[in-house]
């Protein structure tokens, strides 16, 4: 079906411009100061791709190889800038594709809004071509989808999107766009942009935060959560070491605060202390900022709560639904956190005769548990994460896939406003490659460094075609083991010595990187590894050591001869 989707002038008088519903769909993302925008290209779309080149210059469009790479790309952004990243998918198989994008961003809380083609509003309700449901397939994934009616409601359905997708928790919007509804023409309403409003957090709750952790004996602060920006995390490490209170922060939040801090005393997750996971069975108080308390931060739900009574816990929170939603809360207060830190920032109520022995532990159990000492012997990636601290930037990204390899990142990199870390919290394989995309397109002049492991690369690793077109700066790391390492561990700890599935047989990682128009060396050992870093780290183009490591690291803590040892 073809639809008329040029932009056209009347003639006569004071009749108003028509435009294609594509064109005041691409005008709505310039109100809302959209500059990128992610997609694999389809034809049930091609008024908004019409729309896009009518404002060349305006919105730059990166076509993805796969939907699930334009969609980790989308959500990526969001998490990188804080405004809802955009992906345009087409519909049936390019909806399926592009869910993961979706997934991602509703367990992080990361802004995006998907846009998915969809069959003529004729034909709906018939299993037309590639027709899906997308209200039934995406209502529990996102915070709100629906389907634009009519050409007449674009404005305000777009409008919305970008409100729910910024307000309260934040998360993903999925619209689906009926093929004549972007086709037809309609005058603009130039409805504009609704104002997001914030949750302030008032003066007594100030008070009463001080009352509990006054009463405290071992108070940590635990931060996590999206819509971080440098004034907060500089706020809460002002806070913390003026007020001498241990800081730790959830899964794949590290840079929330200088790990370099006095008052930073570890991670939540995988490759968690065991130290750390003994503090929270001390302390008293636990004060959360911005973090959901999800499965993955609080050890499978077993850090705290009912089973605890003696430790208070204190949730700030920018939606209520989650404040309470899996662990009783001593306080709740619903507001963004920047709002919240900025309040905190100004307090400084406690010395260190309060808690200095508490947290100079905590701390020292921290450093012990990161620093490589020459009477112990370390895996090459731990010698490698650690001596990279050297070699990062004042201005880095580190972008993480899913799996064990990230264990030795998330445990050695001393992460930070300026050395961000970009990673998923739901265990999305091939998430680092586009992550990593994302990251080069919106800071430059950034140093962006992608882990990755073989199996993630084998999803994603197409994308350095997409890299190249673009003529992006990245160093990705292949951590080759010929396995997929964390089933393995998991198949090992349940079915020992039962090895079915788990090995990988790879292609020639440098010359399939090569062919696609990137640098690429494979390496084996610490000292040639950070050969060729260095090389590559002025080349200023998408570069890929694969580092060719023993199955036997299964993970930053354990040894496959340990599983095995302990299951006889």
């Known amino acids: 079906m073809l639809f008329n989707i040029c932009v056209r002038r009347l003639p006569l008088g004071d009749k108003p411009i028509l435009k294609s519903g594509g064109q005041v769909l691409v005008d709505c993302l310039i109100k809302h100061k959209v500059d990128k925008a992610f997609c694999v290209p389809g034809e049930s779309y091609l008024a908004i791709l019409d729309g896009i080149f009518e404002n060349k210059g305006k919105i730059e469009l990166v076509n993805a190889c796969h939907e699930s790479g334009a969609s980790n790309m989308a959500e990526a952004y969001g998490k990188l800038t804080g405004n809802p990243g955009i992906a345009f998918v087409t519909r049936g198989p390019g909806a399926c594709h592009g869910s993961v994008g979706v ?12 846009f998915i083609g969809q069959v003529p509003s004729s034909v709906l309700g018939r299993e037309a071509f590639q027709e899906i449901d997308y209200l039934k397939m995406f209502s529990t994934v996102s915070k709100w989808c629906d389907q634009i009616p009519n050409t007449e409601s674009i404005e305000e359905y777009v409008n919305r999107a ?7 928790r934040q998360g993903p919007v999925v619209l689906a766009l009926p093929e ?21 957090f008032v003066t007594g709750d100030v008070l009463r935060i001080k009352e509990l952790i006054s009463q405290a004996d071992k108070p940590i602060i635990l931060l996590g959560g999206s819509d971080w920006s440098k004034e907060s995390r500089r706020g809460i490490q ?42 929270f069975q001390e302390t008293d108080l636990i004060l959360v900022i911005g973090a959901r308390l999800s499965d993955m931060t609080t ?56 808690w200095g022995l508490w947290l100079a532990k905590l701390r020292t159990e921290y450093q012990e548990d990161t620093e490589l000492f020459e009477t112990k012997k370390h895996s090459i990636l731990a010698r490698i994460c650690s001596k990279l601290n050297d070699y990062l930037s004042e201005s880095s990204i580190i972008t993480l896939d899913a799996g ?4 030795w990142p998330q445990r050695f990199i001393k992460f930070h406003e300026k050395c961000l870390q970009i990673g998923t919290t739901c265990g999305s394989m091939g998430y680092a490659i586009p992550a990593a995309i994302a990251a080069s397109l919106v ?60 090995d990988i047989k790879n292609p020639d990682f440098v010359s399939l990187v090569r062919s696609m128009g990137a640098y690429a060396e494979r390496v084996t050992t610490p000292d040639e590894f950070f050969n060729v870093f260095e090389q590559v780290i002025k080349l200023r183009q998408v570069s890929v050591i694969e580092l060719v490591v023993p199955k036997e690291n299964i993970s930053s803590r354990l040894e496959l001869k340990d599983i095995l040892k302990f299951k006889q």
């Open 103 to 114: 997934h991602i961003a509703k367990q992080d809380s990361t802004p995006m809004i998907l």
């Open 162 to 168: 970008f409100e729910v997708a910024l307000s309260g």
């Open 180 to 200: 004549d509804v972007l086709g037809n023409q309609v005058a603009p309403k130039n409805i504009k942009p609704h104002p997001i409003s914030k949750r302030t």
């Open 238 to 279: 002002t806070f913390s070491e003026n007020n001498f209170i241990p800081v730790v922060t959830s899964f794949r939040r590290q840079d929330r605060i200088d790990n370099r801090s006095k008052n930073f005393v570890g991670t939540l997750g995988t490759s968690v202390s065991p130290k750390l996971l003994l503090a």
């Open 299 to 354: 050890n499978h739900y077993q850090l705290f709560g009912a089973e605890k009574p003696g430790a208070k816990i204190v949730h700030i929170y920018p939606d209520k639904s989650e404040i309470g939603r899996v662990f009783p809360v001593e306080l709740g207060i619903i507001a963004d956190t920047g709002e919240a830190v900025q309040q905190l920032e100004k307090c400084s109520w406690f010395n260190d005769s309060k």
């Open 404 to 407: 064990n390899h990230t264990g």
């Open 443 to 502: 800071f430059p002049r950034k140093q962006v460094i992608s882990f990755v492991g073989d199996g993630g690369f084998l999803m994603s690793g197409l994308e350095i075609s997409t890299a190249s077109q673009q003529g992006l700066s990245m160093v990705i790391v292949i951590i080759n083991n010929a396995s997929y390492g964390t089933i393995r561990m998991h198949q090992e700890l349940k079915y020992p010595n039962r090895v079915i599935g788990t």
